[in-house]
C-alpha cells in the first residue's frame, strides 16, 4: 500500500465513479481500477460497492487514514519548502465565530512581520477542532476550554467574560445591573450549538432555581447581537464578541453577580509533532503581542 494507490483511493471515494476519478488524475478509467483492485487484493478487503461507488465498511475506515497519511506528505513538503524559503510557507488555523475575534489582532502583527507567508482560518465547530489538529489538517486551533486530549497542547492566550446584553431601550439598561431572578423573567436569544458554558449557565439558573426562557435559537452570535439590539429580551454572550457594540452603544451590558463567569481562550497544537518555522513565528508573535498588550491577552502555556 504506497500514497499513490491511497490518492487514487480518495478520488474515487469522493467522485463515486472510477471514470470521474480518472479524469481528475488524469489517467485512464482501467488504470484506476487496476489500482483499486491491487489495494483490495493487497488489504484483503472489499472497499468499493462497484454499482454505485459508495464505501464498505473497510472503506470507511481506511478513508480517514488515508486522508492523514496524505496531509501528512503534504505537511513535509511544505516544511522542506519552508526549509527551502525561510520567511515563505504557510499558516493554517481552525476557528469558530467567537475564537476568530481574538485572531484579528494578532494575525495582523503576524502579517505586518511575515508579509510573504500565506495564513488560512478555516470555520471548525469547537467539538471537532482538536480532531482537526491531530489530523495535521491546521497547525494550530482556537478554543475557549481546556482540550481533555493528552496529544494536544494548550496556551492560554486570552482571559474572557460572560456579559449580559439587552438593548439601549431595554428596561434593564438604564440600571446596568439586575439579580438572576430578575433575569428569570425574560426571553433569551441563545445559541444553538451546544457548549461546555452554555451547560455551565443552565446549572446557574438551575442552582438558584430560576427559570431560563430560550424561547429563540439562532445560528450565531452576530444574529444574536442584532436580534438583541432590537429590543427583543437579553443575550448572554463572550464580551470580546460584543466590544464594539457595547462601545459605540447599540447594545448595554448588565452586570449579573450570578452569572460571573470568566473564561480562557487557548491556542493548541499537537504535542508531538515539530513546529514550522511559520507556525514557530506565529507563537513568537501571539507571546510579544500578549506581553505589549497586556490584559486580557497572555501567553501561558499548560504545564503538563
Request: with cysteine.
Amino acid at each position: 500500500m504506497d500514497l499513490f494507490q491511497l490518492e487514487t483511493f480518495l478520488a474515487v471515494a469522493e467522485e463515486r465513479s472510477f471514470s470521474r476519478a480518472a479524469a481528475r488524475l488524469h489517467r485512464t478509467q482501467p488504470a484506476v481500477s487496476q489500482v483499486i483492485a491491487k489495494l483490495e487484493s493487497e488489504l484483503g478487503e472489499t472497499l468499493l460497492e462497484r454499482a454505485d461507488g459508495t464505501l464498505t465498511d473497510a472503506g470507511e475506515v481506511l478513508r480517514e487514514y488515508a486522508q492523514k497519511l496524505l496531509n501528512l506528505r503534504g505537511d513535509a513538503e511544505a516544511a522542506l519548502i519552508d526549509l527551502r524559503s525561510l520567511h515563505t510557507g504557510r499558516l493554517r488555523l481552525a476557528a469558530n465565530e467567537y475564537t476568530c475575534l481574538y485572531l484579528l489582532p494578532v494575525l495582523d502583527a503576524f502579517r505586518r512581520e511575515h508579509p510573504r507567508v500565506k495564513v488560512t482560518v478555516q470555520r471548525a465547530l469547537a467539538s471537532r477542532i482538536a480532531d482537526e489538529v491531530l489530523s495535521h489538517s491546521v497547525d494550530f486551533g482556537l478554543l475557549s476550554f481546556r482540550p481533555e486530549d493528552p496529544q494536544v497542547r494548550s496556551t492560554a492566550v486570552y482571559r474572557d467574560e460572560l456579559v449580559c446584553i439587552v438593548g439601549p431601550q431595554h428596561a434593564l439598561a438604564k440600571a446596568g445591573k439586575a439579580s438572576i431572578q430578575r433575569l428569570g423573567k425574560e426571553v433569551f436569544a441563545a445559541h444553538n450549538v451546544a457548549s461546555p458554558m452554555r451547560q455551565k449557565v443552565i446549572a446557574a439558573f438551575r442552582r438558584f432555581k430560576t427559570p431560563l426562557n430560550m424561547d429563540v435559537e439562532l445560528p450565531s452570535l452576530e444574529a444574536i447581537k442584532r436580534f438583541v439590539e432590537r429590543g427583543n429580551g437579553v443575550a448572554l454572550v463572550p464580551r470580546l464578541a460584543a466590544e464594539s457594540e457595547l462601545r459605540n452603544g447599540t447594545l448595554r451590558a448588565i452586570d449579573v453577580p450570578e452569572l460571573a463567569m470568566e473564561r480562557r481562550l487557548r491556542l493548541i497544537q499537537r504535542r508531538q509533532t515539530a513546529l514550522s518555522h511559520a507556525a514557530r513565528a506565529f507563537l513568537t508573535v501571539v507571546e510579544k503581542h500578549a506581553v505589549m498588550q497586556g490584559d486580557p491577552f497572555c501567553f501561558l502555556p499548560d504545564r503538563t
